[in-house]
């Protein structure tokens, strides 16, 4: 079973708020991504872990805040977005970091976020 | 020049033909390969990795060519439900872990 979920859905949030976007997989994968897609583009790399731990973070603004509580769990903190922050928020997971560059991606079904 | 280039298409396609269009890389040390495919609003889901001897699956082939560091996707008796966006994803080197390159997508309407 190759599944990773995403809560929630949908989101809107304002410019102040504060809200998490959530992932989860079981599949014993040690890699976790979070990627941003915009309409008609392809997804962005933002923030990888491996092995529980933050070892790619693509210049990403601190708006934005990663957080992986367990190896099935991803977490990406939101505070004061843009409006051009409104993109569709993927997760995805791989099995196995030490195997080099010849991993598997399994995205979730995305957040579609708008910031208002 | 883009690290990984397709054509955006669209690819207008009657009902039962075949299909085909290519990705070009521009690293010859990537390691892997994979051709994806996105729905209109949905995640990317994986179609196949493509290997050096080329691979097979049901109506779906893919080619790599390292020579000329193109991949290619053939849809054989296209359906309906073949009508989505066809990503190409590249894996870097290993000094570059984690970082898929991914294409622009090609897109791919099936028609009646």
């Known amino acids: 079973d190759t599944e990773v979920t995403q809560t929630p859905k949908h989101l809107v949030m304002g410019m102040t708020n504060k809200k998490s976007l959530k992932c989860e997989q079981h599949m014993g994968h040690r890699a976790m991504y979070w990627y941003k897609q915009k309409a008609k583009k392809p997804p962005e790399l933002m923030f990888v872990y491996s092995y529980e731990k933050l070892s790619i973070n693509e210049s990403v603004p601190s708006r934005f805040s990663p957080e992986c509580p367990n190896s099935s769990l991803l977490n990406l903190h939101l505070h004061a977005l843009q409006p051009e922050d409104s993109a569709l928020y993927l997760c995805a997971s791989s099995q196995d970091p030490l195997a080099g560059g010849y991993e598997t991606q399994y995205f979730g079904p995305g957040t579609r976020l708008l910031v208002l | ?112």
């Open chain 2, 1 to 112: 020049r883009k690290e990984v280039e397709q054509d955006p298409g669209p690819f207008n396609v009657p009902e039962g033909a075949t299909v085909a269009f290519n990705c070009t890389y521009s690293n010859s040390a990537s390691q892997s390969f994979f051709w994806y495919r996105q729905d209109c609003r949905k995640e990317p889901k994986l179609l196949m990795s493509v290997y050096s001897s080329g691979n097979e699956d049901g109506r779906f082939t893919a080619q790599l060519n390292r020579a000329s560091q193109y991949i290619s996707l053939l849809i054989r008796d296209s359906k309906l439900s073949d009508s989505a966006t066809y990503l190409c994803v590249v894996t870097p080197p290993t000094d570059s872990w984690g970082k898929l390159q991914f294409g622009a997508g090609t897109q791919v309407v099936v028609t009646p």
